[in-house]
C-alpha cells in the first residue's frame, strides 16, 4: 500500500480496501486515526463490486486512535475475510458497534481470524466495545483483550450470533 503525498489520514478519512491486499509492517510500525479535521475509523475493508468478496491480511502492526459516528472505530470488514497477525487495535471510538473493529463477514467464507496481538481500550457508543461480530467466523488465539468499554453489551467482544456465526478464542 503506497500513499503519495502528506497527511493523507489526516485530510481523506478512511484508507477503503476493495480488492484482495497484504499489508506487513515491522515491529513498532502504527496506522494512526487521530487528528486534523476529519475523525474516521483508519480502514474500511469492502469488496468494490456488490455481492464479491475480497481477503485481507495484515502483520506486525499497531491500528490507533480511529473515531467514527458509524460501526468500526478503526476498522470496518464487510463481505471479505480479515486475518491479523500481531496486530494491536488499541484506543479507537464509535458511536455505534464494535469500537476496534466490526466484522459483518455476510458470505459463508468470511472468516476473521485474530493470532496475537491485543484488543485493548476500545469505546464502542452500543456494543462490542472492542469486537463487534454480525456474521460470519469469528477466532481469536493468544491475542489479549482488555480494557475495552460500551454502554451496552460485550465490552470485550459481542457476538451478535447471527446465522453462521462461531466464535472461538
Known amino acids: 500500500l503506497t500513499l503519495t503525498g502528506a497527511g ?43 455481492g464479491s468478496f475480497i481477503t485481507v491480511t495484515m502483520q506486525d502492526l499497531e491500528i490507533f486512535a480511529g473515531s467514527t459516528a458509524s460501526n468500526g472505530g478503526c476498522v470496518y470488514v464487510q463481505s471479505a475475510s480479515l486475518a491479523l497477525t500481531d496486530v494491536s487495535v488499541t484506543g479507537c471510538t464509535t458511536q455505534k458497534n464494535g ?49 475495552n468499554t460500551t454502554a451496552l453489551s460485550g465490552g470485550g467482544i459481542f457476538n451478535r450470533r447471527s446465522f453462521g456465526v462461531a466464535t472461538s478464542l
Open 8 to 50: 493523507y489520514g489526516i485530510n481523506r478519512g478512511d484508507l477503503n480496501i476493495t480488492d484482495d491486499l497484504a499489508i506487513v509492517g515491522t515491529v513498532g510500525v502504527g496506522i494512526d486515526g487521530a487528528g486534523g479535521s476529519v475523525t474516521d475509523r483508519v480502514f474500511s475493508i469492502k469488496p468494490r463490486t456488490a
Open 99 to 147: 469500537g476496534g473493529i466490526y466484522f459483518d463477514g455476510r458470505l459463508a467464507t468470511s472468516a476473521l481470524t485474530m493470532s496475537g496481538g491485543r484488543i485493548l481500550g476500545n469505546t464502542a457508543t452500543l456494543s462490542g466495545g472492542g469486537i463487534y461480530v454480525t456474521a460470519g467466523t469469528a477466532s481469536l488465539s493468544g491475542v489479549a483483550v482488555s480494557g
